[in-house]
Structures are given as structure tokens and as C-alpha cells.
């Protein structure tokens, strides 16, 4: 193992903070991006578009869904190799957590009905968008001091 990879990862091989939670998102993420694939777990399936707010088709029933917001969703499981460094986990937690502030207000904004809607978003769309932009700025700022106590741990176990 590198140096760098040991002060990204620690001596011991431990992730901090920041890395534990770009994984949690990213694979939780790109879970969303499959299961909106699966008949059954998507409802209305037969229904689903590939973009628009025609699409029919919802995740668990709840969340409307179309072949471009599947797709949306696998490409934020990027996070899984944003986790490899403390640095590229980080970014990932504060762009996605601003990406999805600007997903919630387009949703509140636009109307369901209209062309503009083209991801689509639903009312359970809008507050499942506001619950992951808070999670991911909360994982963010919450894994802020997380590389300075890495550092201290990194260093005891070198020297």
C-alpha cells in the first residue's frame, strides 16, 4: 500500500468518516438506480419513458420514476469510487448535497404537469429530495474534522 493510500485510508486500513458515508450514498444510490429497473419493485413498469412527466412508472409506488432518473441515480453511485480518498469524498458529499437543493427547489418550482418536468419528480419525489440533500450536507459537515483526527492516527501508527 502506498503512503498516500495509508494516509487516505489510515494504518489500520480504516476509513474516515467522509469515505464510510460517500460509500453509504453512493451504494445506496446506485440500489435506487437497479431497483427503478425491476418490474414489481417499480410499479407500473410497463408505463415508464424514458424521460417526461408521462411516465408512470414509480419506485416502491411512491416515487415517479422514468429510464433518465434511473439512470441519474446510478450515475450519484459514483460516490462508491469518490470514497477511495478522503479528499474526493468529501466532494462528492457537498456537490451532491448542493445537486440535490437544486433538485428540490426545480421540483417545487415546475409543475407537475408541465414539459419542464422532464426527470419527473412528484410530491415524494420533492420531499425525498429535501431528506437526501439534508443527509448528504449533514454527512458533510459532520465529517468536516474527521481528516485532522485520521492524520493524528495515521501518524502515531507510522512513526
Known amino acids: 500500500?502506498?503512503?498516500?493510500?495509508?494516509?487516505?485510508?489510515?494504518a489500520t486500513g480504516d476509513r474516515s468518516l467522509?469515505?464510510?458515508l460517500a460509500l453509504f450514498w453512493g451504494a445506496a444510490f446506485l440500489l435506487a438506480g437497479i431497483l427503478g429497473f425491476i418490474p414489481g419493485i417499480t410499479t407500473n413498469f410497463d408505463d415508464i419513458k424514458f424521460a417526461g412527466n408521462d411516465s408512470d412508472a414509480e419506485l416502491l409506488g411512491l416515487f415517479q420514476v422514468s429510464i433518465l432518473h434511473?439512470?441519474?441515480h446510478l450515475l450519484f453511485g459514483v460516490g462508491i469510487l469518490m470514497s477511495r480518498t478522503w479528499e474526493s469524498a468529501r466532494t462528492y458529499l457537498l456537490g451532491s448535497g448542493i445537486i440535490y437543493v437544486?433538485?428540490?427547489?426545480?421540483?417545487?418550482l415546475v409543475k407537475q404537469e408541465s414539459d419542464a418536468n422532464f426527470v419527473p419528480m412528484?410530491?415524494?419525489?420533492?420531499w425525498l429530495h429535501l431528506s437526501l440533500a439534508l443527509g448528504l450536507l449533514a454527512s458533510y459537515f459532520l465529517s468536516s474534522?474527521?481528516?485532522d483526527?485520521?492524520?493524528?492516527?495515521?501518524?502515531?501508527a507510522v512513526t
Open 70 to 72: 434511473n439512470i441519474v
Open 145 to 147: 474534522r474527521d481528516r
Open 149 to 156: 483526527r485520521d492524520h493524528v492516527r495515521t501518524d502515531r
Open 122 to 126: 412528484n410530491n415524494g419525489d420533492d
Open 18 to 20: 467522509a469515505q464510510k
Open 102 to 108: 437544486v433538485l428540490l427547489i426545480y421540483g417545487l
Open 1 to 10: 500500500m502506498t503512503e498516500g493510500a495509508m494516509r487516505d485510508r489510515g
